[in-house]
């Protein structure tokens, strides 16, 4: 009864589509527990290469692609992904939804980009996809479930009291036009045949798989920072990443999670504002920048770039209790004569080797870096731990001092094939 959670271990894009896709062939379930299309995971795939915002990545192998009630479904995004694949010869024929996953509507897309506006410089950097708003009114109890789409009178009531009050805002406060409730119903209800067939008691299917002992992959989006609950509020997305996430998310209990696998990047990025104590914004960062080709997936943005964090991985490894760490884009590190790695932070001329639980601390973090040899060989063609140089090998075990968490796979390069296996993760 293998249950398996992927989840980032620091700010997102460490790599999760690939290292779940990794474990592909051998799962046979891959399910989105939390966010929606605000996640861009890229997969190379015999040569070919895949961005997928809203699906789970097993949609690309033999598994049954699921999405959770813990996603927020933007039905635009879903059919525009799926028709994207098909006409590439993929088949999306087996996805399943959650009749308890809340719709992204056009007014939470508005509400988000105008409250970004709004903010100035106190804006989060969001993706502008609608996701705060669209957790916001869940938790305010004014969402609209996958399930409301097949009875219109209550769609077309749940979709006026979730306006009454954005309208009022939209025109008197943001000086927006009102947004019509008819034509938002109307738009829902176009597209409610056929997402029909694809909505099914998650739940249920999920732990049936479970007690049939078949292997079932939770894919994070977001990360262990971006957690609402642990991340670096407000700087974070609206929803909860975290393993225990997979729980709340898909409706497993905890006890039926076997492990927890860290995605870590072999150095840190960042899309959006917040603190990021390791941030280079000099020519390091940009070339860091320029060999892991970090630009967002999702909206093209430069990712902000820095060395390892050995306290925001910890941190991850603390609250998610992984048993395994991923380690990915360790070749974009090659050719560096010495690798910062922070150990400790200078907070206010105190020495600190634990994230500090005070944000305004969290701020004024100076890193502190222990310089670890580089490595010039090219590593994309190892497959073995034995095949690393010396000192790569190094970079590796003191990433495991540091964090407390065994590495047991390492990314060598974006495809499919291009990893070390250490440990089998399944
Ligand atoms: P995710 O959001 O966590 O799935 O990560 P993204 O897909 O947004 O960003 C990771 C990027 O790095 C993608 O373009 C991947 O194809 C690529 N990638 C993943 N693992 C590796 C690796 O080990 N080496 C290299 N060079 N690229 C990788
Ligand atoms: P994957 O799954 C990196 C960031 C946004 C912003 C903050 C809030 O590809 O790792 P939101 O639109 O969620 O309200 O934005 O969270 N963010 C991500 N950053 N990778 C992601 O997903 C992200 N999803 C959201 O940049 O700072
Ligand atoms: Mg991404």
């Not at 959670?5 to 527990?33: H, P």
């Not at 010869?89 to 709004?118: C, P, Q, W």
Request: proline share 4%; hydrophobic share 40%.
């Amino acid at each position: 009864m293998p249950g398996i959670v992927v989840v980032g271990a620091q700010w997102g894009d460490e790599g999760k589509g690939k290292a779940t896709d990794q474990l592909g062939d051998r799962v046979d379930y891959t399910v989105r527990y939390s966010g929606g299309n605000n996640a861009g995971h890229t997969l190379v795939v015999n040569g070919e290469k895949y961005a997928l915002h809203l699906l789970p990545s097993g949609i690309l192998n033999d598994s049954v692609p699921v999405i959770g009630n813990g996603v927020v479904v933007d039905l635009d995004v879903l059919f525009e992904e799926i028709d994207g694949l098909n006409a590439r010869g993929v088949d999306t024929s087996k996805l399943i939804i959650s009749a308890n996953a809340h719709v992204i509507t056009e007014y939470h897309k508005v509400m988000d980009k105008v409250t970004e506006r709004f903010l100035g410089n106190r804006r989060i950097g969001t993706t502008g996809r609608g996701i705060g708003p669209a957790y916001s009114d869940k938790i305010n109890r004014l969402g609209i479930r996958m399930q409301d789409l097949f009875d219109e009178s209550i769609l077309r009531q749940k979709v006026e009291a979730a306006l009454e009050q954005k309208n009022h805002l939209l025109v008197k406060v943001y000086n927006r036009r009102a947004i019509d409730a008819d034509q938002v119903t109307d738009v829902l209800l176009g597209h409610a045949e056929r997402v029909r067939p694809m909505v099914a008691d998650v739940t249920r299917v999920l732990n049936d798989a479970l007690d049939r002992d078949e292997v079932v992959l939770f894919e994070g989006a977001q990360a262990h920072h971006l957690d609402v609950d642990h991340g670096t509020y407000p700087y974070v997305t609206s929803s909860n990443p975290i393993a225990a996430g997979a729980c709340t998310g898909s409706g497993v209990g905890p006890m039926r999670i076997n492990r927890v696998i860290g995605i870590a990047k072999a150095y840190t990025t960042r899309v959006g504002e917040g603190p990021f104590p390791t941030e280079l914004l000099d020519a390091d960062g940009d070339k860091l920048r320029a060999d892991g080709a970090e630009f967002g997936t999702t909206t093209g943005r430069n990712r902000r770039c820095g060395w390892f964090d050995a306290l925001v991985v910890e941190a991850a490894v603390t609250a998610n209790a992984f048993t395994d760490i991923f380690l990915t884009k360790l070749d974009i590190l090659t050719g560096w004569e010495k690798i910062p790695v922070c150990v400790a932070y200078d907070i206010n001329g105190e020495r600190v080797e634990t994230l500090p639980p005070s944000q305004t601390d969290f701020h004024h973090a100076r890193p502190i870096y222990e310089y670890l040899d580089g490595w010039t060989e090219d590593i994309s063609g190892a497959r073995t731990f034995a095949d690393l140089p010396k000192n790569t090998q190094a970079y590796v075990r003191r990433l495991e001092e540091l964090v407390r968490c065994r590495i047991s796979g390492i990314g060598v390069g974006p495809s499919r094939e291009q990893s070390v296996v250490i440990n089998d993760l399944l």
